[in-house]
């Protein structure tokens, strides 16, 4: 069973626009969340996790994600997207080590 | 350097040839795991081993075999590939299982003719 879901397939932007990307996540009363991102022809990259704490937490390229347990989700946002933030997202719930199918993010210019 | 090594980078093969995939970390870790990604599936896990002799299968096991005979190298074995797993493959490791970030490798771009 899937334990985490990403809504969105793909989602095209254009460039300096604010960016969210979908995670819900059903397993695991302490869920252990992160964020990565593959760019074309590559491997994956950490952008950010979290474990427990406050609930927003920072990343690398200016990314933050906000857990919210009332709504198991676990949103990747970005205040004003680069094109070079073109790439597909995972989002990964480390309890039971799934992925979520990824997110493809097109940047228009 | 810390570092998931893993190889080849592409391989094409034809179906019923014996292949293995190697994966070598550096880090000492525990947990080990190989994942093949495929569109709108996302990254779906195979096998995974939480220290030597240790291994267990993740969600698609069907059609693979590995081994971990040391802490370092978790070998990816495709016995009689098929053109369904033509896909694309990456190793990781991490600290544990359940600890810490996942170090991936570059993967493997295996297509079985």
């Known amino acids: 069973a899937q334990s985490v879901t990403q809504p969105d397939i793909h989602i095209t932007v254009s460039e300096g626009a604010s960016l969210e990307l979908r995670c819900n996540y059903s397993?695991?009363?302490?869920?252990?969340l992160f964020w990565y991102v593959q760019s074309p022809g590559q491997g994956l990259q950490l952008l950010l996790k979290y474990f427990s704490g406050d609930t927003l937490v920072q990343g690398i390229k200016g990314f933050e994600a906000e857990f919210k347990r009332s709504q198991s989700s676990f949103n990747l946002r970005k205040p004003s997207v680069h094109w070079s933030d073109a790439a597909e997202y995972f989002c990964?719930?480390?309890?039971?080590?799934?992925f979520g199918a990824g997110t493809r993010l097109t940047v228009k210019p | 350097e810390a570092q998931v090594t893993q190889n080849p980078r592409y391989l094409i093969t034809v179906t019923g040839k014996k292949l293995t995939v190697t994966c070598s970390q550096n880090?000492?870790?525990?947990?080990m795991s190989w994942y093949r990604q495929d569109p709108g599936l996302g990254l779906r896990q195979i096998y995974y081993?939480?220290?030597?002799?240790?291994?267990d299968k993740g969600d698609v096991p069907e059609g693979y075999k590995v081994s971990r005979k040391e802490k370092r190298n978790f070998p990816l074995i495709l016995e009689s590939p098929s053109p369904n797993q033509t896909s694309l493959y990456f190793c990781?490791?991490?600290?544990?299982?359940?600890?810490?970030?996942?170090?991936f490798g570059s993967g493997t771009q295996l297509s079985v003719l």
């Open positions: 990964y719930n480390n309890n039971d080590m799934r």
């Open positions: 081993s939480m220290n030597v002799e240790v291994t």
């Open positions: 880090m000492n870790h525990e947990y």
């Open positions: 397993y695991g009363a302490t869920p252990y």
């Open positions: 990781a490791s991490s600290p544990g299982q359940g600890v810490g970030k996942l170090f």
